[in-house]
């Protein structure tokens, strides 16, 4: 898969608070190991939400990097991901061509389940979070993933009051944690 591309659209939802036992006494489920996750931006729009960025994940000694993209779709995103090698991360990050805007690090516990995947993070500066995610692949999918992903979220007794649209770097830049160069 190395330096192959995808492109999606990425339907997700988040909420504030690790509900790790809700989902695994719910669905019967068991937690992966957890993955480190540094994100560098090299773009970020607040009014949009347009981003690039470069990530790092390291689980039990192995580490994954990719490159992606994403823009504003319909309150959701299209995110273009490509997978790359440990020299191309260093080499893209270190490059005098490159300013980064901001880093977002954390840690990350992916559970999938039923054609869409919890991400269970806790992000510096902004503390844990419950990501529901589904990857589509095209607009016309949108409202039937994101009303799988409510149903989900009221399974889990989460209100619609409770769920966050906003990225990462949009939380921490209303937190005060992150300013864009």
Known sequence: MKNSKSEFIEVELRVPENLSDKICEKYDLKLSSISQCKD????????????????????????????????????????????ITSEEYKRALYSPNIQIVGVVEGTRIKVPYNGLVFCLDDIKHLGEFTEFE????????????????????????????????????????????????
């Open 40 to 83: 560098t931006y090299i773009h970020f729009s607040p009014e949009t939400g347009n981003l690039h960025r470069f990530r790092h994940m390291s689980n039990n000694g192995s580490d994954f990097f990719c490159e992606s993209e994403k823009t504003a779709c319909n309150g959701y995103f299209i995110e273009t991901k490509r997978r």
């Open 134 to 181: 589904i990857k589509v692949q095209k607009e016309s999918e949108i409202i039937d993933a994101e009303t799988k992903l409510k149903k989900i979220a009221e399974e889990l007794g989460i209100s619609e009051d409770e769920l966050l649209k906003k990225t990462y770097p949009a939380l921490l830049i209303e937190k005060g944690k992150w300013k864009i160069n």
